[in-house]
Every structure is written in structure tokens, then in C-alpha cells.
């Protein structure tokens, strides 16, 4: 129970679930209690509320959407409207909890991410091979990769020839041919072949994990958007403050001016910018498409033009044969085929498969042609 209850999510859920039965008795007085029930959804969904409101205003008078509601929180309890106080905490914190979700899962793009990280690295030293965690690799290091393992750091091939999957660094998405003297980064894939490379830059200063501490750096706040939304937001709790003394001064009705407040909450304007941008930073991730902050992303709305320069980026990565033709006079397309089929039969590389299942598809519609003939 103790470590179900140090698990923010879960507790906050727990909390949830016991402050919706609380309102349900409280709003149909079941059993008759002496104690209005929802006082529990008060103090299991609204001391939160009005803590975070205290520690804002003394650390950094920060007057947000919060402020608001402990405000109208603490009138509803003094005039006695119990219930509407517990309905109001219990609504906001669900809210509050909806954001942290959708933030939480806009993030999820960084921890595939992160999961692209190898754990290990075949360092060859003094000759001898040896498997060792990828953050113990130093620079000078001589690396062996074999095919389909990912490539632990960054590097120069000094040995052998092979093709990389390096899709989630470039966005190409065709595998790219590399030999001796060519660069590789970490997170790219070897598709086929073992090569050995050099270690050039390793730990935090590799390409993966440079572009690991891009996307967490993506920032919301950064959006001009937000920025007009917080200052709204004061503004609102100002109006909202001066409309619910004005009311009562004039009427002299406690639960009007209290009325004023919870209406008045603007948690659309606060808790809906942020969430939508970090939404959008976090989806982008998960295509490939990285975003820094959120006036990038804002910015990106005006954009009626995209030029790209790598042709590569918009293709579907699996390259296929369109046509057949014959350069010499005496070899025909069959015979070229043929023999082009026979010589990638056994080959892993895009375009060696692209051949072979270009053949194994004339084969099969000449097999059935023939079964139909008959």
C-alpha cells in the first residue's frame, strides 16, 4: 500500500475514486451522515490545489488559475456550500491530471529514444575481442559491429564495407552504403557485414544522445502563445477578484460573489495551450520529427512551403524495380533478369532484395498465367 501511494499517477487516481463516492453520498445524502462527505473530496483533492497556490504566491507571486480556485474553494467552505467546494476540487484535479497525461505521453518519443541507445559495444583491444557497456568506450577505441547490431558511438569505418540503417538520425529511410573512411553514428543500424571503426565521439557527446537532450530540452513555455495566455490569466484572476467584492458589496449575497469565483476559473485558457504544444512536440517525436521548443511549432502554422533536399525523405524506404531493359542485343530482359536474380540471390542489401522480389513476383503471375491457360 505504501508504494502504491508513492506512485503519483496511482495515488492520484486512488484519490479521485474515493473523492467521486464522497460527492455521490454528499449530493444524495446517503446514510444520513453528521458530517458532509464532501469534505473528503475538500481534502484529498483540494489541499493540493491550495498548497501549490501558497507556495507560487510566496515564491514568486505568481497569480495563475490556481489562485483562483483555492480562493473560491476556501469562500465556498465559509459560507457552507460544502458540496460545491468538493465538486470544485474534485473537477480541477481531474483537469490537473488529464495535462500530466497528455504531457507524459507526448514525452514517451524520448524514452524510445533512449531505448535506441545500445548497452553495449565490442571494443577490439591488444587483438582480443571483448563486449563492454557502451559508457565504458573511449575515444581511439577500435569498435566491431556486426550485422544488425547498432552502433554504440560515433566513428570512422577503418575496416570492411557495409550498408547502415541510419533512418533515425537523417530520416532516410534507405539504408545508405558505407566503406573505409566514412562516418557512423550511434543509434544507426548495421544491415548487413561486420565492419570495425574508430571511436570519434562517445558518451554525451555522441549524435544520439546530443539529439536525446534536443528533444527534452522542447520547451512549451517557449511559445509566444503561452505567454499571452498566462498574462490572461492574471489578468482573469484580477477581474475575477474585483467582480466577486464589487458583487458583494453592492447585493450583500455571500454566494454570489462565490458564484463570480468558480465561474470565473479560467482553466481552459491555462491548462489547454501547454498541453496541446507538448502534445504536438511529443507526436512529431514519435515520426522522427524533432522540435526544440514550442515556438517552432508555432511558427510552423504560417508555413505554406516546405523545400526538401533529400528525395530519400520522402520515399517509402523499400526501393522496388519499375522496368527491365536489356543494353546488349543478344541478352534478353528475361535472360537479364535472370541473371540479375541469380547474382543478389543471397545478397541482404535494399536494392539486391528489391531485384529478387521483383523476380519472385514475375514468376508467380507466370505460374498463374499459365494455370489459367490450362
Known amino acids: 500500500m ?18 467521486l463516492i464522497a460527492l455521490i453520498i454528499s449530493f444524495f445524502d446517503i446514510g444520513h451522515l453528521p458530517v458532509n462527505a464532501a469534505w473528503i473530496a475538500i481534502i484529498l483533492c483540494g489541499t493540493p490545489i491550495i498548497k501549490e497556490a501558497i507556495l507560487g504566491l510566496i515564491t514568486a507571486f505568481d497569480i495563475k488559475a490556481d489562485v483562483l480556485v483555492s480562493l473560491a474553494l476556501i469562500a465556498s467552505v465559509i459560507i457552507g456550500e460544502i458540496f460545491a467546494a468538493g465538486e470544485v476540487a474534485f473537477i480541477m484535479t481531474i483537469g490537473a491530471y488529464l495535462e500530466e497525461r497528455t504531457v507524459a505521453k507526448a514525452r514517451s518519443g524520448i524514452e524510445k529514444l533512449v531505448r535506441l541507445t545500445p548497452a553495449t559495444a565490442r571494443v577490439v583491444r591488444a587483438g582480443a575481442e571483448s ?10 577505441d577500435t569498435l566491431r559491429v ?38 557512423v553514428s550511434s543509434g544507426t ?55 466577486a467584492i464589487g458583487t458583494w458589496l453592492i447585493t450583500g449575497e455571500a454566494i454570489r460573489s462565490v458564484t463570480i469565483l468558480v465561474v470565473f476559473c479560467p482553466c481552459a485558457l491555462v491548462l489547454a495551450t501547454p498541453t496541446a504544444i507538448m502534445a504536438g512536440i511529443g507526436n512529431a517525436t514519435k515520426y522522427g520529427i524533432l522540435i526544440r521548443e514550442g515556438d517552432a511549432l508555432e511558427r510552423l502554422a504560417k508555413v505554406r512551403r516546405i523545400a526538401f533536399d533529400k528525395t530519400g525523405t520522402l520515399t517509402f524506404g523499400r526501393p522496388t524495380v519499375i522496368k527491365v531493359e536489356s543494353c546488349a ?29 521483383y523476380y519472385q513476383e514475375k514468376i508467380q503471375k507466370h505460374r498463374q498465367s499459365q494455370m489459367n491457360f490450362k
Open 146 to 183: 556486426l550485422a544488425g547490431e547498432t552502433i554504440a558511438v560515433d566513428g570512422v569505418i577503418i575496416n570492411g564495407q557495409t550498408s547502415i540503417d541510419q533512418s533515425v538520425m537523417t530520416g532516410e529511410s534507405l539504408p545508405v552504403d558505407k566503406g573505409e573512411g566514412d562516418e
Open 2 to 19: 505504501i508504494t502504491f501511494l508513492k506512485n503519483e499517477e496511482k495515488r492520484t487516481l486512488l484519490f479521485l475514486g474515493i473523492a
Open 131 to 140: 563486449v563492454i557497456p557502451a559508457e565504458q568506450v573511449k575515444l581511439g
Open 189 to 243: 543500424v548495421n544491415q548487413f557485414g561486420t565492419f570495425e571503426m574508430t571511436a570519434r565521439k562517445v558518451g554525451e557527446d555522441s549524435s544520439l544522445q546530443r539529439m536525446i537532450r534536443l528533444v527534452e530540452s522542447a520547451d512549451a513555455g517557449k511559445a509566444k502563445i503561452v505567454g499571452t495566455a498566462d498574462r490572461w490569466a492574471t489578468w482573469i484572476v484580477v477581474i475575477a477578484l474585483a467582480a
Open 329 to 357: 542485343s543478344n541478352i534478353s530482359e528475361k535472360e537479364l533478369l535472370d541473371l540479375a536474380a541469380t547474382a543478389e540471390l543471397r545478397s541482404e542489401h535494399p536494392l539486391g532484395k528489391a531485384i529478387i522480389s
